[in-house]
């Protein structure tokens, strides 16, 4: 009798044991994730308020070429950034369409101002309008 209590007391101390080791891994898990949720949920706000000022300075760009018809191309590199880094999967997919859509208009329009030496001003002027529509809607989608 004495070789099957050592038995019992083995198994019983083993599966605490197998539990304690369990629950060590499981809150250990659960507590890096929710660092990395905080981390990334941080990054998000700093990358969505980024964007928001760069469209902002955008729309200012756009009032000031169509008040002066200097027609001048757009920079794109704070969302090329976004895309190069891999970080805009921090944000919902209807936003990253909205913005991608909105950055499209900007490249398209210095596209056009590349390709013709002298291009028409009602196109770009167009194209300017446009891009501000675009731009007021992803600017509405940040706020």
Do not use: C
Not at 98 to 112: D, F, R
């Amino acid at each position: 009798m004495s070789k099957m209590a050592d038995w019992n007391y083995v198994i019983i101390e083993s599966t605490i044991l197998a539990i304690i080791i369990y629950s060590a891994m499981f809150v250990d898990h659960w507590n890096s994730r929710r660092v990395q949720k905080i981390e990334d949920n941080s990054l998000r706000k700093k990358i969505l308020m980024l964007i928001k000022e760069d469209l902002t300075r955008k729309m200012r760009f756009i009032n000031e070429s169509t008040k002066y018809k200097d027609y001048k191309p757009f920079f794109t590199d704070v969302w090329d950034s976004v895309i190069i880094s891999g970080k805009q999967t921090l944000l919902k997919f209807e936003i990253i369409q909205n913005l991608e859509h909105t950055y499209s208009w900007m490249k398209y329009y210095n596209t056009e101002l590349k390709q013709h030496g002298t291009p028409n001003e009602q196109i770009l002027v167009e194209l300017l309008g446009e891009i501000r529509k675009t731009t007021e809607s992803s600017l509405d989608i940040l706020k």
